[in-house]
């Protein structure tokens, strides 16, 4: 399976990806993952999904900004299509914490102008119109 990483906008912060783990069951069906089906055995979480750290559990799941256990600061983006079996509700990922990216790309869309300054948040450099 190769990640459809359209959103990136370059290479720099490629080569250092760090090690997660998403909670599957805090995603949005089709919009940030795709379940398995009888013809495809796995499923997979979508390259470029937003991420925040849930700080009661560790596991990461989809950035929002108006949440309040953690997912309000944007974490990253999901680098790579991120497989998973039937039944599973924890998936390891790699994420991009900084670099550039296109905002109009992003999985479920992403409005750059809601993202709060946290020192311990994500660098990334937003670019182009946002996605709904």
Known sequence: MTADRDWLASRHGTDSTETITLDLTKLTKNTHYVEPTATQPHGYVRSGVPVGRITASGL??????AAKDGRETLAGLVYAEAPFTPGTTKVPAALFWHGTVKAAKIPGGIDPAKIAYNATAAQIRFFGAVSA
Request: hydrophobic share 0%; net charge negative.
């Open 60 to 65: 990461y799941g989809p950035y929002d900004p």
